[in-house]
């Protein structure tokens, strides 16, 4: 229970027939290559030979068992708690339901990736400053390399170029341990989407860890596109008399829209800025996450968390520590307490990046789950 095999290994469609029909009373439905038992327990499917139709076949079946419903949210949600996303095929379709990026009816999906990936679309032409260096009509006392002008396209060229060169040096040490991420085509994909977030949010522009909350949500994105990519080719190349059907049906189930390759790097920027609406307070720093030392001004007895800090990460590990550990675990609160253990010490990362460094990358994915 809970352990899957890969989506490549998936069990042959006849066999899975014919396994439902043995037990036919326990109402199974099949999920990636597992047969899925009630909301939210999985075991694994039948295994027999792997073929590009029964792959086929299953991707379908998966996809209807999950999003047919008017709203999908029911469906993923009990999968998504108890682990039991991982190796699915619709892994990122899941995350950005979750996150309300799409809406939870399959029906309306296309419509809202259209107008997100026009929206990247616009960004991307808004915050190029190629053709604005360009433009003749520009005051040449401004649009020069040597102005110092806000409103300069060279300045903002110069200030652009700073930033992609502080992004890429954290971009090439992202997940050193995934080979995902050592291409350059991924990593330049990484740099263009967190230059666009960071110019269109200046209030947090770019800081170090970003790359690391971008990286899992790009991984999720693009494995499922070539998840679809791989069987539509297969489908194509096989030339036996069952294939154009499946095929067919193939393509009046899931839009080919939803998992266009072309699309990976839009759909992740929505994806992120997403996540960062809810994770984006922390890493803004308003006052000094050390609240010990010169300038504290704390009453007598008191401890220098009890202070409001200004700052919304520290804030919240103090209710962490101070409210939910208290609460759960009042032998550890206590503990800490008596160490002077404050919650800054440890759980700034824990919290900035989501538990990304304390997990291998494929556990990181389940816990993001």
Known sequence: ?????????????????????????????????????????????????????????????????????????????????????????????????????LPSSSVDWVTALQSSRSNYQFLQHKFHTDQMR????????????????????????????????????????????VDFFQTQLVRETLVNILFVYARCHPEIGYRQGMHELLAPLYFVVKSDCDTYDDIMEGLEDNLGD??????????RTVHGDIFSAKFCEADTFSLFEALMEAVGPWFISNKSVHTIGVGYKGQPWSRPQ??????????????????????????????????EIF???????????????????????????
Not at 74 to 98: D, E, K, T, Y
Not at 140 to 148: H, V
Not at 320 to 337: A, G, M, T
Not at 348 to 362: N, S, Y
């Open 1 to 101: 229970e809970g352990t899957s095999s890969s989506y490549s290994s998936s069990a042959n469609s006849e066999c899975g027939s014919s396994s439902s029909r043995r037990e036919s009373s326990e109402e199974m439905e099949s999920v990636d290559g597992l047969v899925l038992m009630g909301s939210t327990r999985l075991r694994p499917a039948p295994q027999a030979n792997s073929s590009i139709l029964s792959k086929a076949r299953l991707y379908v079946q998966t996809y209807l068992s999950m999003f047919s419903r008017l709203d999908c949210t029911s469906a993923i949600l009990p999968l998504a708690l108890h682990g039991n996303l991982q190796n699915n095929p619709f892994r990122s379709v899941c995350w950005r339901v979750l996150l309300n990026v």
């Open 134 to 177: 360009k433009d003749l009509s520009l005051d040449p006392a401004i649009n020069n390399p040597l102005s110092q002008e806000h409103d300069s396209p060279w300045n903002q060229h110069f200030q652009d170029g700073e930033m992609r060169k502080m992004i890429k040096q954290d971009v090439v040490r992202t997940f050193p341990e």
């Open 242 to 251: 069952e294939a154009q059907p499946v095929k067919e049906e193939l393509t």
């Open 306 to 339: 009890d202070q409001t800090t200004g700052n919304k990460l520290v804030d919240n590990l103090n209710y962490i520590q101070d409210e939910l550990l208290r609460r759960h675990d009042p032998d550890l609160f206590s503990r800490l307490e008596k160490l």
């Open 343 to 369: 919650p800054q010490i440890y759980g700034i990362r824990w919290l900035r990046l989501l538990f990304g460094r304390e997990f291998v990358f494929r556990d990181t994915l389940l816990l993001w789950d």
